[in-house]
């Protein structure tokens, strides 16, 4: 359900962790014109939100702060209908936002039981989202890492923490010590390469690592960039942190 002009009366304990803080972060800003990325979040260990503006109804990309800049933002353009979370480490305010909003909250099921309190749409292995957005299951960051996939703009893949920015801004799987299967999230990349191609998969906006795109909002030509990935040496691949 879409929320109107007005704001919602929605009830915050100053001490609750789902309380808004005080306007404090920047002003979401512009990937394409339908596409806005949000300020590194706290709260999800410096996590990159994205809200996505639809015909069928507007997708927020993980949880940014949930603050009056990010809540007067999302009002301003018409609401949530869809939070789509890439993985465990996004969740944060999922709560919040599905009450100010009545928004659907779609997860990958197998982590979907970490919101007891939130009515959630789980998924196994893909879900249509909207008419230009599907979400993929591309397990090994967590259990039920996913990606979600928008054919606008020459194909924009939302990547959460499964494939990230390295320091020259080349997108790359990276392994750490939390991380849950290193050899499924390389699987996992694979499948990507496998069900698109360069002309279907032209942007990725990363869920972390912002920084090392030195000011370019998303990561260009990058299937082709994908496709330079030594996946079996990799494997090797030794934890960063």
């Known amino acids: 359900m879409q929320p109107d002009s007005t704001l919602p009366s929605v009830s915050f304990s100053p001490d609750s962790p789902e309380s808004p803080r005080s306007s404090a972060t920047k002003q979401p800003r512009p990937v394409f014109d339908t596409v806005f990325a949000f300020a590194p979040n706290r709260d999800t260990m410096g996590g990159t939100a994205y809200f996505i503006l639809e015909n069928s109804g507007h997708i927020l990309v993980d949880c940014p702060a949930w603050d009056d800049t990010t809540q007067r933002f999302l009002h301003e353009q018409g609401g949530v209908r869809w939070l789509f979370l890439t993985h465990r480490g996004a969740i944060a305010h999922a709560k919040a936002i599905q009450q100010a909003f009545d928004c659907e909250v ?124 030594d996946l079996t040496a990799l494997l090797d691949a030794k934890p960063l942190l």
Do not use: M
Request: hydrophobic share 30%.
């Open 106 to 229: 779609v997860i990958q099921e197998q982590e979907a039981y970490l919101l007891p309190e939130v009515k959630v749409t789980p998924f196994h292995r893909e879900l249509q989202v909207s008419p230009h957005t599907e979400a993929v299951w591309t397990s090994g960051h967590t259990p039920g890492s996913a990606c979600l996939y928008h054919d606008r703009h020459g194909g924009i893949l939302f990547s959460g923490r499964h494939l990230l920015p390295n320091q020259q801004g080349h997108p790359t799987p990276l392994r750490i010590a939390k991380t849950f299967h290193w050899r499924r999230q390389l699987q996992s990349v694979q499948q990507l390469l496998d069900r698109y191609d360069a002309e279907q998969l032209q942007s990725i906006c990363p869920g972390a690592n912002t920084g090392f795109l030195r000011g370019q909002r998303r990561i260009d030509r990058a299937y082709e960039q994908l496709q330079t990935l």
